[in-house]
């Protein structure tokens, strides 16, 4: 009696797994992971508006010069999903056509690009191109976002702490960002907001397509990539769609940087002390406001590298932070 006992308890154990096994095998290879890259969707016509069927569609990246091929269904429509954020060419081939081309197209994190080709009749071996064209109203998604790139991060100004999260505050619906808790139970020193009136505790952040929830502080996220890492930040506060979740005031998803061709580098140094900051407000009492400042030395320092390790094929990226805060203590004793 023991002994079926135990064989069916190992069957049972086995049984999990392999069924896990064959629903993954049995998914439909098409799922598309949208809040990690971005897309590039269109409809190619010939010059009366009917479809083109089989035209040939490339998508070169400017960054590191890889490709992808499609061709279009019977219906003129093209799609590439899980495209890297940056900037590509999209080229456009069929027989008996002009061959169409498009450069500068941006593709940005969790958004869908639109790029509509009407082809010409003529030869194959002549070309179109198109250098830029006003970008239209995003009606790929019903959701409502907003996009910080890497330049505005680099450039708009912040805070001492260098955190994107500063941001923010220019963004629609969200309370100005403040700093949360003590350094050693937050020391990632992540900011809490609220977004369109919701709890502070709704908001869920993804870096590079990984949650960063807080277990034990759920209304700060548990890490804050460096400025000079972070490619772009995408911030959904409406309508989501249904692979965002967890969130019901934002859903953030952050990209980090990649290498190239082209090898790009920086470095920085921000400092702040005793001498450039006003006097500490004690009390309310403007007479113990007298004599030498408290001693404060804040420095944040460092730089970020990326280039090819194979040309075309391989690439890295590397960034670095440092945070130096030295600062006095001051007592106050009264007599009495």
């Not at 019903?142 to 963004?171: F, K, M």
């Not at 870096?207 to 000079?228: A, F, K, R, W």
């Amino acid at each position: 009696m023991t002994k079926i006992c135990v064989q069916r308890r190992y069957v049972l154990l086995w049984a999990a797994p392999c069924a896990a096994l064959l629903l993954s095998l049995a998914a439909p290879p098409n799922v598309q992971a949208q809040v990690l890259y971005g897309s590039i969707v269109g409809d190619v016509k010939d010059p009366t508006g009917a479809a083109v069927p089989r035209a040939a569609v490339t998508i070169t990246s400017k960054e590191t010069n890889q490709s992808r091929q499609a061709a279009t269904d019977p219906s003129g429509t093209y799609s590439f999903p899980d495209v890297q954020s940056g900037t590509y060419t999209v080229k456009v081939v069929h027989e008996g056509f002009k061959a169409f081309e498009r450069a500068d197209v941006p593709v940005t994190l969790n958004n869908v690009t639109r790029v509509d080709v009407s082809l010409e009749v003529g030869a194959v071996t002549q070309t179109v191109e198109v250098k830029s064209e006003v970008r239209a109203l995003q009606t790929d998604t019903s959701e409502v976002h907003a996009d910080v790139a890497a330049t505005e991060l680099t450039n708009l100004p912040v805070p001492l702490g260098r955190n994107y999260q500063q941001v923010y505050r220019a963004l629609p619906g969200f309370s100005p960002p403040v700093n949360s808790h003590s350094i050693p139970t937050n020391p990632s020193r992540s900011l809490e907001f609220n977004v369109n009136g919701t709890s502070d505790n709704q908001n869920n952040t993804r870096i590079d397509g990984v949650s960063t929830y807080n277990i034990q502080l759920p209304h700060v996220t548990s890490y804050v990539p460096t400025l000079e890492s972070i490619q772009e930040v995408n911030v959904v506060t409406n309508s989501f769609d249904a692979e965002q979740g967890f969130a019901g005031g934002a859903a953030i998803n952050v990209q980090t940087r990649s290498g190239g061709n082209q090898i790009h580098g920086s470095l920085f140094e921000y400092n702040s002390n005793n001498h450039l900051k006003a006097w500490p407000m004690e009390f309310d009492n403007a007479s113990v406001n007298t004599g030498n400042k408290p001693k404060t030395i804040y420095n944040q320092y460092g730089g970020s590298v990326g280039g090819p390790i194979k040309k075309d094929k391989l690439f890295y990226f590397a960034s670095y932070e440092g945070t130096g805060d030295h600062r006095g203590v001051r007592l106050l004793l009264g007599a009495g």
